[in-house]
């Protein structure tokens, strides 16, 4: 990974699954982090790979350039935000919010934070936890565009992609509708791949024949949630790591709001939601997103044309 040029003094709220690899990478970047989590162990890793542990969010933001939160739901990211991270960090200080929450408390944290001194982008990730380890995330951000460019460099350290989506909240809404995508075509890809057994097909030369035809997506070339077939994915672990189904299932209920509060009709993204809900209540939320297809296999969801 390159080394910036100018490193700068960053603190990264939230060292769960992602928040740790992030955390990492901007190390390896050479900046100096300060690392806030309420879970000892993630402080005990944060510093093991160099970052600073803090027990306390204001002592965290105390004197930093940048402030990274990547935490769980909009209510927790408001908190901390305006409690704890505005009028605590040097006035001036860039807020970086990568958490995937909804839109309308995505566009108040970022009024709030201006309105105190505070340029501010929401910059929502893709990848999984690999990609936070491996530094290949994503960034769908929303922001001005003069906060734009002094996130790019830090959010680079983290990432293969930058994008700039446009004004504040436009980070969120595209995320929301990538990932509405995401659960259609993974459920879709599902489908496909238990049909197929069912019929007798095998199942590598049924991904051989559809990864090069007009079935081909990202869902099966390269997040096959068949094991042994195609690039190594949670699949292949057991359906451990990647992306938990219990966190997929938040997205599409973002954006199950979002789409109602524009009156827009999203039926594939009603019908992924109501199957990843009965899947994540059947005790299934910390598989990867892929594992639906037992369930799938299984007829969990009722007879054909349910």
């Not at 970086?96 to 982008?121: H, K, L, N, Q, W």
Request: glycine share 12%.
């Amino acid at each position: 990974m390159r080394r910036e040029d100018n490193p700068m003094k960053i603190a990264i709220i939230g060292l769960g699954n992602m928040g740790g690899g992030m955390a990492a990478n901007l190390v390896k970047a050479g900046h100096e982090v300060h690392a806030f989590d309420l879970s000892e162990p993630a402080l005990l890793k944060a510093g093991e790979n160099g970052a600073k542990p803090y027990r306390n969010v204001r002592d965290a933001v105390a004197d930093v350039e940048a402030v990274v939160t990547m935490l769980p739901n909009g209510k927790i990211v408001e908190s901390v935000v305006t409690a704890d991270v505005i009028g605590h960090a040097p006035k001036g200080a860039l807020l970086i919010d990568c958490s995937t929450i909804d839109v309308a408390t995505t566009r108040r944290v970022g009024e709030a934070a201006e309105a105190g001194g505070y340029p501010f982008v929401d910059a929502p990730v893709s990848g999984g936890i690999a990609a936070a380890s491996g530094g290949t995330l994503t960034f769908m951000v929303g922001g001005t565009d003069e906060a734009f460019h002094r996130a790019e460099p830090i959010l680079s350290a983290m990432g293969k992609a930058v994008i700039h989506a446009g004004a504040t909240g436009a980070g969120q809404v595209a995320k929301m509708c990538n990932n509405m995508l995401l659960a259609s075509t993974m459920i879709a890809t599902c489908e496909t791949f238990a049909l197929a057994e069912k019929l007798g097909l095998d199942l590598q030369t049924f991904y051989d024949i559809s990864s090069k035809a007009t079935g081909q997506s990202w869902s099966m070339t390269s997040y096959c949630p068949v094991p042994g077939v195609g690039p190594q994915s949670p699949a292949d672990n057991g359906y451990q790591g990647g992306f938990a189904t219990a966190l997929m299932l938040k997205d599409l209920r973002i954006a199950m709001e979002a789409a109602q509060s524009v009156d827009a009709s999203v039926p594939m993204g009603v019908r992924s939601e109501a199957l990843y809900a009965a899947f994540n209540d059947a005790g299934h939320g910390g598989l990867d997103f892929s594992a639906i297809i037992a369930a799938l296999k299984d007829n969990a969801f009722g007879p054909v044309g349910a």
